[in-house]
């Protein structure tokens, strides 16, 4: 079954550290993988898929086939970064989205 | 333009009655999500509507679960007998059409049962 694992729910690093958010995925078909953020009193919002392999507000993420990973990094974290991350899988012929537990990223000042 | 809405904001009720939330997708969306999220989990799929049909409503957890979206539009989800265990936030999410992976997310409902 498909599933994504997100290993740490909290992460706390200062500010202009680089910062990764782990993602391993199990899932048997092509994977389609995103991140999603929520800010504090804000909903949940698309922050960046692989298949655009594009950098969001300094986040990238590479999705690496043989370790089932889809780690999101930043090289310098900032304040604004704090929020809850969620990694989510995209299932080949449906429309749903798995999603990880979520990490609660926190940036010290 | 507005994004997707849910109302009530909270709604607290008592073990056995029942409840509906709403949900109000982007305007033109033609596909309708809903999710359910405990507490310090991430959000679990329940149910895809595209157009007025469910497409798909594995993630329903039993038959006091139902959904409807009878114009295409609005969607109402409707759980019977409620159970404590029942308690969450429950989202509500739409995208342009059914290849869109991008899902638009509403506030949620939080559902609290007593």
């Known amino acids: 079954a498909q599933r994504v694992t997100q290993p740490e729910k909290l992460l706390s690093v200062f500010k202009g550290a680089p910062v990764e958010l782990k993602c391993n995925y199990s899932?048997?078909?092509?994977?389609?993988l995103f991140w999603y953020v929520q800010y504090s009193r804000q909903r949940l919002q698309l922050l960046l898929r692989?298949?655009s392999r594009e950098s969001i507000k300094g986040f990238t993420a590479d999705l690496n086939k043989g370790e089932t990973s889809f780690h999101l990094k930043k090289p310098f974290a900032q304040e604004e970064d704090s929020a809850m991350y969620y990694c989510?899988?995209?299932?080949?012929?449906?429309?749903?989205?798995?999603f990880g537990q979520g990490t609660r990223l926190t940036i010290n000042p | 333009g507005a994004g997707v809405s849910q109302t009530p904001s909270n709604k607290v009720t008592e073990k056995g009655k029942y409840v509906e939330l709403r949900c109000d997708p982007i305007?033109?969306?033609?596909?309708l999500y809903w999710y359910r999220q405990s507490l310090g989990q991430g959000p679990e799929f329940l149910i895809y509507?595209?157009?007025?049909?469910?497409?798909?409503d594995s993630g329903l957890p039993n038959d006091r679960f139902f959904a409807v979206r009878p114009e295409g539009s609005v969607s109402t989800l409707k759980i019977q007998r409620t159970e404590r265990g029942d308690s969450a936030v429950y989202l509500c999410?739409?995208?342009?059409?059914?290849?869109?992976?991008?899902?638009?997310f509403g506030p949620g409902t939080r559902l609290t049962v007593t």
């Open positions: 999410a739409s995208s342009p059409t059914r290849t869109t992976r991008e899902q638009y």
């Open positions: 509507f595209q157009g007025t049909g469910a497409a798909d």
């Open positions: 305007s033109g969306h033609t596909a």
């Open positions: 692989h298949i």
């Open positions: 989510a899988l995209a299932i080949q012929g449906a429309q749903k989205l798995v």
């Open positions: 899932y048997s078909g092509s994977p389609e």
